[in-house]
């Protein structure tokens, strides 16, 4: 072979090479490009899977209504929310998998052929960047404002639903039948526990402030208050029995400072009726009428009747007042539209009112207490728990003593040391709690 025939050749063959590199090189690239492409639409399905997640509706609603088209497309396909998730998901695998797969054979052509060494290389490289950039970052951003990308996102999404629809339908049947293979009996409704922990977290967000808090969660724990929670006992019940003179009632009215009365006969135990100071001085104060033509039917509850039926049921007999009865039909006391009210909003308190605190602070440790005070109220305020049928202080501070206390007597119990300040023989009027915070050496123990 002479030299230029050789040289023919070495020249052919060299351009072949140039020709293989850049093919190869183009190739690359176009791998490098398929790769960014897939990695940003991994990103974009687990932002949307976290938007969709973590968006308030009740902000999207708001916005709907005032005619915004996305936030209408949000709500629509959150309500569509398993094919919504399917239609991600899907999206999501796919992506991912062509994103492994040409990450792989990126490797194996990078390093020579090695398919071993390309594809631990490819697994590595791949792994890393889908967690960083694909699913941990975009979830991270959509969390932080989830409306907004949601609103974004929501046009494309809608239109891989559609593109999707078979495969979501296949899924779809399929979680079908392994939900009816593998049957739930967990209630899915949220308790008030859960509703009252919400509330914790949207007041601590700054969503609400301090009061509404608190109206919430009278609110939310409404409906469990009973009437033996906020009656006033028959110890304490200022009622006028029938034949009284007027002058006599007119006494009791001014005295009182109360609107309304309960007329009994013989006994509290046997209410007949109820007057309204108005009726009384519109009508009968200046005459010697009886009370009868004024009196309207009393409403008689349960002690255990919840205090979201007294209210309905005081709302239908137009009445402000129903008289507590227990089972032998005795009175124990009485329920005011007030004393809902104030369950609700906290005290109410008007011009004639003697305003008196039934929790009072002495010092950082030390209050004083009138034993009228709901107890679980106390319990919740020193964060201590005990099992009583009590529904006053004073009945749990007789349930510790055993007996009817004298003024300087005291008992420990848990974290507190209570301390008679005002007793009689039918009652401890009020109490002296000092909490005492446990030493180094007992937290040490524990």
Known sequence: MDICALSAILSAAGSAADVNSAANSNGATVQIIIMLIMLLCSAYFSATETAFTSLNKTRMRTLADKGNKRAEMVLSLSEQYDKLLSTILIGNNIVNIVLSSICTVFFINLLLGNQSMGTLYATVVSTIVVLIFGEISPKGMAKERPESFAMFSAPIIRLLMIVLTPLSFIFGKIKLLLSRMIKSEEDRRMTQDELLTLVDEVEQEGAIDEDEGALLRSAIEFTDREASDILTPRTALEAIEQGTPNKEISRCFRESGYSRLPVYVDSVDNIVGVIHQKDFYATIHHTEKPIDGIMKKPVYIPLSMKISEILKLLKQSKSHI??????????????????????????IWDEHDEIVEDFVKIDDNTYKVLCTLDLDKLFKFLDIEDETDSATVNGW???????FPTVGESFTYEKVTVEVLDADNQRVNEIQITVTEPSDDEDEAE
């Open 322 to 347: 129903a008289v507590v009865v227990d089972e032998y039909g005795g009175t124990m006391g009485i329920v005011t539209m007030e004393d809902i009210l104030e369950e609700l909003v906290g005290e």
């Open 397 to 403: 501070v007789l349930e510790k003593f055993g007996y």
